[in-house]
């Protein structure tokens, strides 16, 4: 049978999603509410392998949108920090120069690993199968696709979706594109139980985001659920920086005072941050496919999120963005009668929404890491301060 011919009512359509991040969850989600079943395969082998990252903000439009088409409102009310919506921006000398203490804004934050817990609960048991880390793919005569994992098993369908994010290997069969670095690295440490024990900088962070940018390098601090504070220290530094500069992660004394180093002439309560953090660094490189990103229709496969259009944090919407993929891939699958009609609907608008996304994301990454900054930055939050104050 041609894959065009394949009627969603007649047959129940053997739809892999590959990746259980947020998108590929999200998507898994929104089809078990339509009776539509799907199988996530993830890499990790178990929902607590890995602590799964920052604060996240959930948009009306898109992230919040999606947890709506869930089913899921009264799950995500009770893990969302409406409390943590602030957002300051500092000079390097430590002195604010732009403050909003507006808890009313509709983005609340949510803990990446709450979001992902809220998502995993929701599934029927048995649609996530852990250890399945994707090693290849390839379409078969008959059109259905065949999976191939490091564990040695395989699998077929008629639609595998790629939510896995940055180093997809989904994405091969539909683009030759890869991610390319943005010049921009971030080192990621945090503080713990700050009220109890980092009460100033607690209070310097504020409930929300705090960045503090200048000559090109940033430290942008959040805080987490459970007093957790998260910081990037982010730098303009070439591609494989670590080699040559004696920076090493393991080692947190040199990680420690390699840090100190460069943002030697920063506030001295910025550099608390630093100086009163934990052990553990982490290095992200930020990489990005190009704005724009797009390929042409192929049968029977698709990618989500990161997978199809990664861009730098700066655009505060990568997972919005994976989200509300999921959810209007899951309205096609349901609403149109082929998978091919589906995924051709999805495809366009996810393309256009994206780009947009990209555009900003490139911006705001220059704007913020910058030898001006945080000039760029202030008149930004300004004009967005400017537009809401007008609504
Ligand atoms: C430092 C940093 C800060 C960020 N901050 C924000 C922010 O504040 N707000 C925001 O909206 N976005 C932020 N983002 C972006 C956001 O994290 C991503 O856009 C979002 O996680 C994308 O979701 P996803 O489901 O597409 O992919 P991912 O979250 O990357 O999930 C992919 C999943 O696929 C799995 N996987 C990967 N390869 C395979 C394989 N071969 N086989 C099986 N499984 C596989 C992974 O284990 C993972 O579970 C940030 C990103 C970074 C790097």
Known sequence: MEKDTIMIQNKTPRIAIIGGGPGGLTL?????????????????????????????????????????????????????????????????????????????????????????TMLLESLA??????????????????GSYELLFENGLTETCD????????????????????PTYTGVTFIEFGLDDVDLQHPILARLVGHGSMFALADNKGLVAQRNGHAHIRVYAGMRIPEGWEATTGFDARNP??????????????????????????NRFVVRQLYALPIGHRWDFRPGVTLLGDAAHLMSPFS??????????A???????????????????????MFARS???????NDGLAMAIAPDAPAG???????????QTEQ
């Not at 943590?84 to 120069?97: M, W």
């Not at 505060?316 to 509300?324: C, D």
């Not at 008149?379 to 537009?387: D, I, L, T, Y």
């Open 316 to 325: 505060g919407e990568g997972v919005n963005l994976a989200m509300l993929d």
């Open 125 to 142: 048991p048995g649609v996530v199968r852990w250890g399945h880390n994707l090693r290849s793919a390839r379409q078969l005569d008959d």
């Open 327 to 349: 959810a209007k891939l899951a309205e096609a699958i349901s609403e149109y009668s082929t998978l091919d009609e589906a995924v051709r609907a999805y495809e366009e608008p």
């Open 159 to 178: 639609l595998v979706v790629g939510a896995d994010g940055a180093w997809s290997r989904i994405r091969p069969l539909v683009s030759r594109t890869t």
């Open 355 to 361: 780009e947009i996304a990209a555009r900003g994301a």
């Open 377 to 387: 930055t202030l008149a930004f939050f300004r004009e967005v301060m400017a537009a």
């Open 28 to 116: 898994a989600r929104i089809l078990q509410t339509r009776n539509i079943p799907a199988t996530v395969f993830e890499r990790e082998n178990n929902p607590y392998e890995r602590p799964q990252g920052g604060t996240l903000d959930l948009h009306p439009e898109s992230g919040q949108l999606a947890v709506h088409m869930a089913g899921l409102d009264a799950q995500f009310k009770a893990i969302a920090r409406y409390e943590d919506q602030e957002g300051r921006l500092l000079s390097k000398d430590g002195e604010t120069l732009f403050s909003n203490d507006d808890q009313e804004e509709e983005r609340p934050e949510v803990d990446r690993t709450a979001l992902r």
């Open 253 to 278: 004394q040199i990680a420690r005072a390699w840090l100190l180093n460069q943002f030697a002439d920063w506030g001295n309560n910025l550099l608390a941050l630093i100086h009163e953090c934990n």
